[in-house]
């Protein structure tokens, strides 16, 4: 006897098979606490471009806490001497920072006459007082004392900033790890002042040269060496895409947060994170 398919049955692939009752079990907006995430964008003022100005900023701010998730998984496993789980952690941070990058072309299809249409409602609230974006800035080894006072205020967040402010950085912990595998980094470097940002060093320059001229010999450190390099030259591509943000949208006045605006980003611009990883192309 031949069977014939009731025409009137849900196939395989229609939606009427997907689960809809979800009384005792999670859904996709409770998972994601969505209700509480989208509570959270709240425009001050009426003006529509300030919905586009809260959505970057949020989903900045949720790609910068996962960056530094995946940062400081690779440096826990950098102090542990293993490197290969750290060369996938630092590649995901690679792209998460191509999305940071990329949220800075959809802000510009605002145009300054939109921004000054909210712009006097916030204040002097400015991303230069992100935690999320201090706390990279301090993991990948950029640090001054005067970017840890906007979160003085927060004990919460200024307790755990203070201590990465003081602990090794990413490229402190790579160094540490040359000079376990025998390579000779001074004890200067080794023991340097972790709150002040890394300077050039002649042995540190020549003990990355040593890997890079026989990569094949240290594999597993040069790979970690163009890892690093791929993490600042995205961090770079970032800020600099910010500064051009804020130049077509504000030109040179000051920004909210109280620095010179597009002055202040083009000078960080000049931070070299990991220096002697660039000199090192140049001694080859």
């Known amino acids: 006897m031949t069977h014939t398919p009731d025409p009137n049955s849900p196939g395989p692939d229609s939606p009427e098979r997907a689960q809809a009752d979800f009384t005792r079990s999670l859904s996709y907006g409770d998972y994601l606490h969505l209700d509480t995430l989208l509570s959270a964008h709240q425009p001050l003022t009426g003006a529509h471009d300030e919905h586009l100005f809260i959505a970057v900023h949020h989903v900045s701010e949720v790609w910068l806490h996962l960056i530094n998730v995946e940062l400081r998984a690779a440096m826990r496993a950098l102090e542990a001497g293993v490197v290969d789980a750290p060369l996938k952690g630092l590649t995901r941070v690679v792209r998460a920072l191509e999305q940071l990058t990329q949220a800075w072309e959809v802000l510009k299809t605002m145009t300054p006459a939109d921004y000054l249409q909210f712009r006097g409602a916030f204040g002097a609230a400015s991303g230069f007082q992100s935690a999320n974006y201090r706390t990279m800035e301090f993991l990948l080894g950029n640090r001054h004392a005067a970017l840890l006072r906007p979160h003085a205020h927060r004990p919460d967040l200024h307790a755990p900033l203070s201590a990465d402010f003081h602990a090794p ?116």
Not at 218 to 227: I, P, Q, V
Request: hydrophobic share 35%; proline share 7%.
């Open 169 to 284: 950085s990413l490229y402190d912990l790579a160094l540490r790890l040359l000079a376990e595998r025998g390579l000779p980094i001074p004890d200067e470097v080794l023991h340097r002042d972790r709150t002040r940002p890394p300077t050039p060093h002649p042995e540190v320059l020549a003990a990355w040269l040593t890997v890079y001229r026989d990569p094949e010999r240290s594999w597993d450190l040069y790979e970690l060496a163009e890892k690093l390099l791929d993490v600042e030259d995205n961090f770079r591509r970032w800020r600099y895409n910010h500064l051009t943000t804020v130049e077509r949208t504000i030109g040179f006045k000051t920004g909210s947060g109280g620095t010179s605006g597009a002055g202040y980003l083009r000078r960080a611009l000049e931070t070299v994170l990991f220096p002697e990883l660039w000199q090192v192309r140049t001694e080859l």
